[in-house]
């Protein structure tokens, strides 16, 4: 048994697409321990510098002895305790919906809410960049799955035109990102909300690499184009700008309940730790105040920055270094480690073959230098074809 996964890692490896895992020593921050070495880290969605932020400590500390470490049952059995509710209280409030739903990630939010959105007979819409969460959801849900090239609205039309003329009753879901993980840029939204409501379809918009970063005190994408009321379910993480753990869906009340009711990742899965609720609910708090909105700009101004230095418009804290060949992207990573920074290597199947690349985030924690000498290493990198 054992030679056959010898075989297939031997043959991953002769593509340049085998994987492994690193292990930094100390905490999250601008600067990570990886081995002995000390690296300036552009690798992780802890877009504002939360995931090791005092007070966010703090909360989680005081929670754990008020609350210990484990919530003990399904949100539905015994599992809901005080800080999961007051967490979607805040949620809502902060993204100025009528209710939110907390599950204990990102990907267990897509998983169970898509399923429960759709099913057999009715048509799920997927933007072709959308994130692995999603795109399971999609397929666990039975529907019939139909995708659109990248941001491509004419096609995302014909798709709907399809859906429609085969089932008028069918219930038509569009399903995408605000900012896309692995290239950083947005999704069309007001063309996109138009379509849908040109065809009565739903929207699901996944917000995880836009809240904190997009929109007034980070309220993301859909918030910042004035759409929030007309996306119908906006998912997000906490894991990523709010720098704690655990994913939430907002939208109608009545929708929410019918979550409750009906995805299966909310209903049979242990509630998500109390102490890592009250942290992101400390999280949600920082960035509904001045300090956040302040800690939100400082982190567009390290955007600019490097824009400035690469000669690059990105769209959010996300900037793909495209290289396209695999092997050559794995000797620039390792050129950049060499170098003391801290940029993975994205390839096939997270990105489609040839088309991987350096993925660099940015965070409101990394001084000017930083990303100065960054920007220099990276023009110093063999030249791209
Ligand atoms: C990271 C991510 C998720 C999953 O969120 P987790 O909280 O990490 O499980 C979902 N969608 C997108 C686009 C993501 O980048």
Avoid at 319 to 344: C, H, M, R, S, Y
Wanted: hydrophobic share 45%; net charge positive; aromatic share 6%.
């Amino acid at each position: 048994m054992s030679d056959i996964f010898a075989r297939q890692l031997e043959a991953l490896r002769a593509r340049s697409l085998d994987r492994h895992l690193r292990e930094i020593s100390s905490p999250l921050g601008a600067i990570v321990d990886l081995d002995t070495k000390r690296l300036i880290n552009f690798s992780s969605n802890d877009y504002l510098g939360l995931a090791n932020d005092p007070q966010l400590r703090k909360a989680a500390m005081e929670a754990i002895a008020e609350f210990g470490v484990g919530a003990g049952a399904s949100r539905l059995i015994s599992g809901t305790q005080s800080p999961h509710v007051r967490l979607e209280t805040a949620l809502a409030k902060w993204k100025e919906t009528e209710a939110a739903l907390c599950f204990s990630s990102g990907y267990a939010a897509a998983l169970g809410t898509i399923p429960a959105l759709a099913e057999k007979n009715d048509v799920i819409i997927l933007d072709k960049l959308c994130h692995a969460s999603l795109i399971d959801g999609a397929k666990l849900s039975g529907a019939t799955l139909r995708v659109f090239p990248h941001n491509h609205l004419g096609k995302l039309k014909s798709h709907l035109e399809w859906a429609r003329q085969k089932n008028p009753a069918a219930r038509i879901l569009i399903v995408t990102e605000s900012v896309f993980s692995m290239d950083g840029d947005r999704a069309p939204l007001p063309e996109i909300v138009k379509l849908k409501k040109d065809f009565g379809a739903q929207l699901f918009l996944d917000e995880a690499h836009a809240v904190g970063v997009i929109g007034r005190n980070g309220r993301g994408l859909a918030f910042e184009e004035n759409l929030s009321q007309e996306v119908d379910v906006q998912m997000g993480t906490l894991s990523k700008a709010l720098g704690v753990s655990g994913g939430y869906i907002c939208g109608s009340r009545n929708m929410t309940e019918w979550l409750i009711n009906r995805a299966r990742s909310f209903i049979f899965s242990t509630a998500p730790p109390p102490a890592l609720t009250v942290a992101a609910k400390a999280a949600v708090d920082f960035l509904s105040s001045n300090e956040g909105e302040k800690r939100r700009q400082r982190l567009w101004r390290n955007i600019d920055i490097l824009a400035e230095e690469l000669s690059i418009q990105p769209a959010s804290a996300i900037v793909p270094w495209i290289i396209g060949d695999e092997k050559a992207t794995l000797v620039a990573a390792q050129n950049l480690q060499d170098n003391g920074f801290l940029v993975p290597a994205i390839r096939y199947p997270t990105v489609a073959k040839g088309t991987a690349r350096l993925r660099i985030t940015l965070s409101a924690a990394h001084e000017a230098t930083q990303l100065r000498s960054l920007a220099g290493a990276i023009k110093r990198l063999p030249k791209r074809d």
